[in-house]
C-alpha cells in the first residue's frame, strides 16, 4: 500500500501568508479608552447601523460576532446563465453572501484597548452550494468602521 504525503508537510496550513502584517494592520486600532465595556458597546452600535445582526456577545471575554446576508448576483452571471440556458445546460451562479463580522478587544501594553475587526464572507450559489469563503480585505470598510467607532466611543466619553 503506498501512501502520498503532501511535501509542505502537515503544518502548511499554519503558515502565515506574505501578507500577515498588512492585514492585521488594516484590522487592529488601538483605542485610548480603559472602558472594554464602552468601547464593545460602540462597536457592536456601529455594527448594527451597518446592517449587521449580533449573533454573540461576550464582554468579559471582550468578543463580538454578527453577520448580515445579501445578494450576491452579479450581472454579468445573470447573462451567462441565459445563454447556457438557450444551449439547454444549467450553470450555478452566485446567489447569496453571508458576511461575518468577529470583534475582538485585548489591553495594549502601552494602555488603553486595541480592537480587531475582521470581515469574512461566504457566498452560496443558485444551487445551495457554498462557493466561496474569504476574508474582506477592503481597507476602505475598515477604515470606515474604526472611524464610526471612535466618533462613538468619544461620544459615550463625553456623555453626549
Known amino acids: 500500500m503506498t501512501i502520498l504525503a503532501s511535501c509542505a508537510g502537515p503544518f502548511a496550513g499554519l503558515k502565515l501568508g506574505e501578507n500577515f502584517l498588512k492585514e492585521r494592520q488594516i484590522q487592529i486600532r488601538k483605542f485610548d479608552t480603559q472602558d472594554e465595556t464602552a468601547l464593545l458597546s460602540a462597536s457592536s452600535a456601529v455594527l448594527q447601523d451597518m446592517g449587521f445582526n449580533l449573533e454573540e456577545s461576550e464582554t468579559k471575554l471582550g468578543v463580538i460576532s454578527a453577520s ?5 448576483v452579479e450581472p454579468w452571471q445573470v447573462g451567462v446563465k441565459i445563454f447556457y440556458a438557450l444551449l439547454l445546460t444549467n450553470i450555478p451562479i452566485d446567489q447569496t453572501q453571508h458576511i461575518k463580522a468577529s470583534l475582538v478587544t485585548s489591553k495594549s501594553s502601552s494602555g488603553g484597548f486595541l480592537l480587531r ?6 457566498v452560496v450559489n443558485d444551487q445551495q452550494r457554498e462557493v466561496r469563503w474569504e476574508t474582506i480585505l477592503d481597507e476602505e470598510l475598515y477604515k470606515g468602521f474604526f472611524d464610526k467607532v471612535s466618533k462613538s466611543v468619544f461620544l459615550e466619553a463625553q456623555e453626549i
Do not use: G, L, P
Request: hydrophobic share 35%.
Open 68 to 72: 448580515k446576508s445579501r445578494s450576491a
Open 117 to 122: 475587526a475582521t470581515f469574512q464572507r461566504i
